[in-house]
């Protein structure tokens, strides 16, 4: 079992950058596939970045494509979003979440940290 605590939302300028962090709980962090999610106020939950075991593979929206980066360190049991060039869109719950297989659904996920763009 994996606890997974994000961190480094708040209120940006668009145009601006942040860096999201997770912070994964337990010994095991290096065999889940991880991913960075996000929900707006009245729409669906989507996936944002995907990372698999190793650090390699990374998925992107295309909504995100060219400007958020997604990053692990096993080493230290954390998985990154960097985000540049924010958009007024990209407000939102940004969660991240933790599966141990491709075909499986996301089994662990975080509290969600806040990340609101303002013009």
């Known amino acids: 079992q994996v606890q997974l605590a994000e961190s480094g939302g708040g209120l940006v300028q668009a145009g601006s950058s942040l860096r999201l962090s997770c912070a994964a709980s337990?010994?095991?962090?290096?065999?889940?596939?991880m991913g960075w999610f996000r929900q707006a106020p009245g729409k669906e939950r989507e996936l944002v970045a995907r990372?698999?075991?190793?650090?390699?593979?990374?998925y992107y929206a295309n909504s995100v494509k060219g400007r958020f980066t997604i990053s692990r360190d096993n080493a230290k049991n954390t998985v990154d979003l960097q985000m540049n060039s924010l958009k007024l869109e990209d407000t939102a719950v940004y969660y991240c979440?933790?599966?141990?297989?491709?075909?499986?659904?996301?089994?662990?996920w975080g509290q969600g940290t806040q990340v609101t763009v303002s013009s």
């Open positions: 979440a933790a599966k141990s297989s491709p075909f499986s659904d996301y089994d662990y």
């Open positions: 990372i698999m075991q190793s650090g390699g593979s990374p």
């Open positions: 337990g010994r095991t962090f290096s065999t889940y596939i």
